[in-house]
């Protein structure tokens, strides 16, 4: 019933930083916990951050290690993901995903509704 739409991802050196966006329909992160995952060609989508509908976040500290922060904006209905110190091990498609409340966060299936993808390619 949700559309998302990413943006953000492109090509950038190891060091570097990008800031993806997620476009949800009106009120939709007030009502819904939001997340990012990512997958790389050949591997499965995993799990990279949430943020509930309250703004508690949650990560997926083996490899975000404190270089990612997900954030929300509620007036705009937007969901982000900072990314610092970005390696090549980052580069994959970033999706946004929305969940209803009380689901885990960090499991997959607990995702209805997701964006297309942004791409972020890390590369020297």
């Known amino acids: 019933q949700a559309q998302l739409v990413e943006s953000g991802g492109g090509l950038v050196q190891p060091g570097d930083s990008l800031k993806l966006s997620c476009r949800t329909p009106?009120?939709?992160?007030?009502?819904?916990?939001m997340a990012w995952f990512r997958q790389a060609p050949g591997k499965e989508r995993e799990f990279v951050a949430a943020?509930?509908?309250?703004?508690?976040?949650?990560y997926n500290v083996d490899f975000v290690k404190g270089r990612f922060t997900i954030s929300k904006d509620d007036r705009k209905s937007m969901v982000f993901l900072q990314m610092n110190s970005l390696i090549p091990e980052d580069t994959a498609i970033y999706y946004c995903?929305?969940?209803?409340?009380?689901?885990?966060?960090?499991?997959?299936?607990?995702?209805?509704?997701w964006g297309q993808g942004t791409q972020v390619t890390v590369s020297s």
């Open positions: 943020i509930s509908r309250t703004g508690s976040p949650t």
């Open positions: 995903a929305a969940a209803q409340p009380g689901s885990p966060a960090v499991e997959l299936r607990s995702y209805t509704t």
């Open positions: 009106a009120r939709t992160v007030m009502w819904y916990n």
